[in-house]
């Protein structure tokens, strides 16, 4: 069986969904609540391959808020993901994808040093970050923005916001070694970071976001903000494509213009109806269909009976894993998300 470790985007989206699934406590409930509640498991899931092989899961609702690290509630934002770990591991999962900021949460407070959660000793191997698929389905969608939108990515600038990132340092990757763009990008807040990523690649220009908003044929978003920011997109090129992979979205609001083609970035679907009731509550188009590319990865690893910690720790996704994962993310039927024709 595989796992799904899940989050709301705020407060108020929880409370929605809250009420929604019959938890009226949660829902009339502020976020000093939230950062007291324990993880609840509170889906069945059946997927299956388009091989015909059927796979069953769970999904846990860590009760992390993305509100917990703005408000510096870092340890309760801890506490979530540690618990809803040692949830999944209870009810024997045995590979799980820590969605989201799960997986941040994670890295950047360095939980690893906290493996006991009471009685149980986390076993590393049962999780997955999902980032290797998330970071490959991403890639892909560039490439077929490309072909769709008749863009030469000889010729175009690709700029991806968060690229020091887990998910962002594999994008890099993968476009240079794959693809012969016109010029990379690299924009994230920590220069020395930047620079490290420069000179492992052997080319980019770093620069700020401001910078690299009027330049961009095309932007990755992949920064790992609690809340999305304001963009105005009359200062973008014509055309434009915005893939936004955040969770939650890095573009506050849903942006209008002749020539600017938003796609929803890190997304997969599926050729077949999935038996779960989650994503109706998560504004997809299709809920039975479409999920985050790191829920996928935990399906496969299971479909695969994988049970490793196939993506783990930063910056550490290889062009091999890329490959592997895109492979068999076909064989099961999975596709890159895009928008309609
Ligand atoms: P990481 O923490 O590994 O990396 C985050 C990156 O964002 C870093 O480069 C960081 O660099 C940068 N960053 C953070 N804040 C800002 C900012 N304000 N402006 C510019 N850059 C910024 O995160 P991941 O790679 O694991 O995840 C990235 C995003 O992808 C998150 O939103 C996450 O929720 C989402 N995600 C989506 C999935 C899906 O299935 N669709 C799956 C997993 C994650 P610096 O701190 O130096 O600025």
Redesign the pocket.
Known sequence: MFGLIGHLTSLAHAKRVADKLGYSEYAESDLEFWCMAPPQVVDEITVTSITGQKIYGQYVESCFLPEMLAGGRVKAACRKVLNAMALAQRRGLNITAL???S??IF??FRLDSLRRVRNIDLEIQRFT???T??AY?ICQQLQLAAQRYAMDLAAATVAV?????????AICQWLVAHTHLGKLLL????RR??EELQAKLKQGEICS?EEALPRADFIVW????SQG?ALDPQVLPDPCVIID????K?IASSLQRKGLYVID???VEHSLDIEWNIMQFLNVANPARQL????AESMLLEFEGLYTNFSWG??LITLEKLDLIGQLSRKHGFRPLMPEA
């Not at 985050?292 to 829920?295: D, G, Y």
């Open positions: 969605g989201g900021f997986s941040i890295e950047t970050t999902g980032n698929h998330t389905i916001v968060g690229a020091t990132g887990d998910i962002g340092s924009i994230a807040r920590e970071r930047l976001l992949v920064a790992s903000m920011m992979g955040g969770y939650p890095n970035g890190g997304m985050f590319a790191c829920f930063r910056n």
